[in-house]
């Protein structure tokens, strides 16, 4: 279980800054993201740390529970997965990403994000009301 706060707190802190930044300029966002995928070199990259980053977060946690604790899976085996298909699909990858690189998705995206690093923070810093 310690392993598990662990990672909520550094998996929510991150989805809630990430969420945060998109909304507050999703248009420098849209951007960025237009010119990650541009960039082969620095997608491979990309692609490489998230899957070593995938991989780790899979071999620490990788437990199928029945409660709240089975996000952290679900989000490692995410990671992993999208390293993988980064390195072994990258066009199909750029493809598949620019179907979704509109204002309203973006927002959405922010906003999910936001919601979801809220609740692990909440979880992993096991805050009281």
Same mark, same amino acid.
Not at 18 to 27: E, H, N
Not at 44 to 53: A, C, N, R, S
């Given at each position: 279980?310690? #392993?598990t706060l662990f990672l909520a707190k550094i998996m929510g802190v991150m989805f809630a800054v990430?969420?945060?930044?998109?909304? %507050?300029?999703? *248009?420098y966002y849209m *951007?960025?993201?237009?010119? %990650?995928f541009k960039n082969k070199g620095l997608m491979?990259?990309?692609? %490489?740390?998230?899957?070593?980053?995938g991989l780790l977060l899979v071999l620490v946690h990788n437990r199928w529970t029945e409660d709240w604790?089975?996000?952290?899976?679900?989000?490692?085996w995410l990671? +992993? =997965? *999208?390293?993988?298909? +980064?390195?072994l699909f990258p066009s199909w990858m750029v493809? %598949? #990403?620019k179907k979704f690189m509109t204002k309203s998705? =973006?927002?959405? #995206?922010?906003?999910?994000?936001?919601?979801?690093? =809220?609740?692990l923070i909440y979880k992993g810093f096991e805050i009281v009301f």
């Open positions: 279980m310690e #392993s990430i969420g945060l930044a998109i909304l %507050f300029d999703t *248009k *951007k960025a993201f237009e010119d %990650f491979y990259v990309t692609g %490489f740390i998230i899957l070593i980053m604790t089975v996000v952290i899976t679900i989000l490692a990671t +992993f =997965l *999208k390293g993988l298909f +980064f390195m493809g %598949f #990403s998705y =973006l927002t959405g #995206s922010g906003v999910f994000a936001l919601l979801l690093g =809220l609740c």
